[in-house]
């Protein structure tokens, strides 16, 4: 097979280049992707290098699927063997093998974000600590932040300058605690723990860096200082690390990604090759143009300019809507009339979205339309109730330290264990040292009282029959089986009294029959670790791969949810659509506080990096779509519960006028006259909304600057501070660095156009 029959120049000599440090930096759709895939081809087909021995990292499920189907085309079976996945999933399962060697369980569980949640929960309570002052999830971002830059609980007591930090401290430390003593690791752990591996034992780095001849990671500039570390450390012997990436599209700040990881290349690899693409594949040159006028307006980056030979194309169309349920509706118009000129499929059509909470007006504008729409990644499919409880049986079953698990399935289906009793045994595992599981099944009436031994006898039934069920079991489906048997689990479901009894029956068979492909999956497939996996030391016990099946289902961040199978239009997140392309893509919610987010625009850590930073995320949206490019904004928008006006986006006003169309209006407004009225009406004559239809604002205004290094000001919220750096110029961009007085607040950088900030005389 000729493998460089579809590729450019630049791309033949990525493919070509075997040995050695290699960075492909290019802007989006130039071929980055496909280039590495058909690196890894080449290695396999023409260097005889064993698939198992190729490491290649992307950032999502869904990529590394699609990737891993490539691949197939390309190399055939070979490229089950291929060590390919997220960065979470390689390193759990590094872990699974080798984490002994650093003091883990092999059979460890994977805390998920909602199980970390109910765990920091129970530390805040029993540390008797203000969750209104420091809340779970607070509480949560800043372990995670830690760990991302690998520092220790100690390292943060350490450096704990305010009585704030020393408690974040020192919940750290208790989470880490309890996550060992429920053999639990959570996501940010998968990391660190694999970079302790590496670094820790001698003899893991060794095997490990003398495995992988070759390190592969796509999305380069999400990355964080803990998957640097391990990523070097893996290619630390034979030095083959490529990896591809474009700093413009970098989204990933708030986990810890850090994009000077690719710029500074050159710097940990001197001897770097670097390729650079530029002819873009995917969208016609309006397009790009339209996304290029965006994005040319943040300051730190590598100018690089895209060529198409796709010349033309259509305009940018942009409405505006009353608000979100008829911004729904347009969208769902839109697709209907495209759909018929011009023969497309649902699935040609994307929707992206800024946050989750926009899908519902979509899912029920769609649904009233009978329009098939799948969400992707936005609520998980594992998130759903009957979904946890039912892993969670089967996490009690693989790991009986698990405590959370055992927590939440306690007393479902009801079983008459109320709080006060949960919390109880929770108090004496913890005095005794015991796991929960061995309180329950282990003490007697003695340490527990006559009334809570009777009330648990019905669950240590259960958990003692499903305990022989899971050592006879022979797959995953065979297992669920039997719990939704001996607990009646289906029974329960119909009873909901909310009405939703059936819609969670679906979804419990929804779940089996992921179940049964991944069995059939387990059994067909050769995987490269597999014959790893199976560590003669610790057999495992029950049907075979639960492990690897908790595992899936704790890592699957993108699970499909409604409209299996059929043709649909997709929605999800701008985040997870990162690396993928659509003909037609919809961007609906273009509005001051949702893209970019009210965190960046007037948040605690708002500034011109967050508002760069939601700059990209735009830049990621617009530069999905090969064909046509749908802008809409809502002037009022009900979030959380709260109704707003709202004003359009301000990187609507980055877009070159003459690449706008806005004869969506027109159509809209003879359509629904009323909707247009609205829309006006409701903006009223403020000027900003207008904004959107007046030319572009010059991006750098030659204005001068409303605040000067030395003044002072006040925030609300952070309280008064001096100015210790500021933008040269005025207007829309401008920008200050201020030093607040409080020690919680810090120094900040600010938005002056959307901090509310005040003179101080
Ligand atoms: P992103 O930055 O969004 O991740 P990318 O640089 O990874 O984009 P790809 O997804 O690899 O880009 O490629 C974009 C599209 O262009 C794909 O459909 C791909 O198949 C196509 N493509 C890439 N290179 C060529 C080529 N030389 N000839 C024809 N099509 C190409
Ligand atoms: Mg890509």
């Not at 290695?43 to 005889?48: E, T």
């Not at 009330?455 to 022989?468: A, D, G, S, V, Y």
């Not at 409701?682 to 959107?692: D, L, N, V």
Request: with cysteine; charged share 25%; aromatic share 8%.
């Amino acid at each position: 097979m000729d493998l460089l029959a579809g590729l450019n120049e630049p791309q033949r000599e990525a493919v070509l280049h075997v040995s050695g440090p290699l960075l492909i930096f290019a802007g989006a759709g130039s071929g980055k992707t496909r280039t590495l895939t058909h690196r890894v081809a080449n290695l396999i087909l023409h260097h005889r290098v064993p698939a198992g021995r190729i490491l290649a990292v992307t950032f999502t499920n869904k990529a590394a699927r699609e990737m891993r189907e490539r691949l197939n085309q390309l190399v055939g079976a070979e490229a089950n063997r291929i060590w390919m996945g997220t960065f979470h999933a390689m390193c759990a399962q590094m872990l699974r093998i080798h984490g002994h060697l650093i003091g883990l369980d092999p059979r460890f569980v994977i805390f998920d974000t909602d199980d970390s949640t109910r765990l920091m929960k129970e530390i805040l309570r029993d540390a008797d600590i203000d969750s209104d002052r420091y809340p779970a999830p607070r509480m949560l971002a800043r372990i995670s932040d830690a760990k991302n830059n690998l520092q220790s609980p100690d390292d943060l007591q350490s450096v704990a300058g305010s009585p704030y930090h020393r408690v974040v401290a020192r919940v750290f430390k208790m989470y880490q605690e309890r996550l060992k003593a429920a053999h639990a690791l959570d996501f940010d752990d998968l990391l660190g723990e694999a970079v302790r591996l590496v670094t820790e034992s001698e003899w893991a780095r060794e095997h490990w860096s003398e495995r992988f001849l070759h390190v592969m990671i796509d999305e380069f500039q999400d990355v964080n200082q803990a998957q640097l570390a391990w990523a070097k450390a893996l290619a630390s012997k034979h030095r083959n690390i490529c990896v591809v990436g474009d700093d413009d599209q970098s989204i990933y700040k708030w986990r810890g990604a850090d994009v000077k990881i690719i710029l500074d290349f050159e710097k940990q690899y001197s001897d770097a090759h670097i390729i650079r693409l530029e002819q873009n594949y995917r969208s016609t040159q309006n397009i790009l143009d339209a996304a290029h006028g965006v994005i040319s307006n943040n300051f730190g980056r590598k100018a690089k300019r895209l060529w198409t030979q796709t010349q033309g194309g259509e305009r940018i169309v942009l409405n505006g809507a009353a608000n979100a349920q008829e911004e729904a509706a347009w969208v769902v118009r839109q697709i209907e009339l495209l759909q018929r000129e011009q023969h497309l499929k649902l699935s040609d059509f994307a929707i992206l979205c800024r946050v989750n909470a926009q899908s519902r007006p979509f899912e029920e504008a769609f649904m009233r339309a009978r329009v098939p729409l799948k969400l992707v990644g936005t609520q998980r499919f594992y998130d759903r109730k009957e979904i946890k409880d039912l892993v969670s049986y089967l996490k009690v079953l693989y790991n009986p330290n698990d405590n959370i698990a055992l927590g939440r399935i306690i007393n479902v289906p009801a079983r008459g264990i109320g709080a006060t009793t949960i919390e109880k045994l929770g108090m004496i595992a913890r005095e005794s040292g015991l796991s929960l599981r061995d309180v329950i099944l282990n003490c007697g009436q003695e340490v527990l009282g006559r009334a809570i031994n009777m009330k648990l006898e019905p669950l240590r039934r259960i958990l003692i029959t499903l305990q022989t069920d899971a050592e006879n079991a022979r797959s995953v489906v065979e297992l669920l089986d039997k719990v939704l048997d001996r607990t009646n689990y289906y029974e329960f479901l119909r009873g909901d009294r909310t009405g939703n009894g059936n819609d969670r029956v679906a979804n419990v068979e929804e779940f089996m029959s992921a179940a049964s492909v991944f069995d059939s999956r387990m059994q067909d497939e050769d995987f490269g670790f597999s014959d790893e996996s199976r560590d003669p030391e610790s057999p495992m016990e029950g049907p075979p791969y639960l492990g690897l099946f908790l595992e899936s289902s704790a890592l699957e961040s993108g699970t499909e949810s409604g409209a299996t199978g059929e043709d649909a239009t997709v929605l999800m997140t701008l985040h997870s659509a990162k690396g993928l392309e659509f003909p037609i893509v919809f961007m609906p919610g273009m509005e001051q506080g949702l893209l970019p987010h009210s965190r960046a625009l007037w948040g605690e850590q708002s500034g011109p990096d967050e508002l760069e930073e939601e700059r990209r995320l735009c830049y990621v949206g617009l530069t999905r779509a090969q064909q046509r490019i749908y802008l809409s904004y809502a002037t009022q928008r009900t979030l959380h519960g709260r109704t707003e006006s709202t004003q359009p986006s301000q990187f609507i006003d980055e877009l070159p006028p003459q690449l706008i169309d806005r004869s969506g209006f027109a159509r809209v407004g003879a359509s629904s006259v009323s909707s247009y009225a609205t829309t006006w009406e409701s903006s009223g004559s403020s000027s900003s909304s207008r904004s959107a239809f007046a030319p572009a604002a010059a991006p750098r205004s030659s204005e001068p600057p409303r605040y000067r290094v030395g003044e002072r000001l006040k925030h609300p919220t952070f309280g008064e501070g001096v100015v210790v750096n500021a933008s040269p110029s005025g207007g829309a961009g401008e920008w200050v660095e201020v030093a607040f007085l409080s020690q919680d607040a810090g120094k900040k950088k600010l938005a002056v156009a959307f901090a509310p900030l005040e003179k101080v005389e």
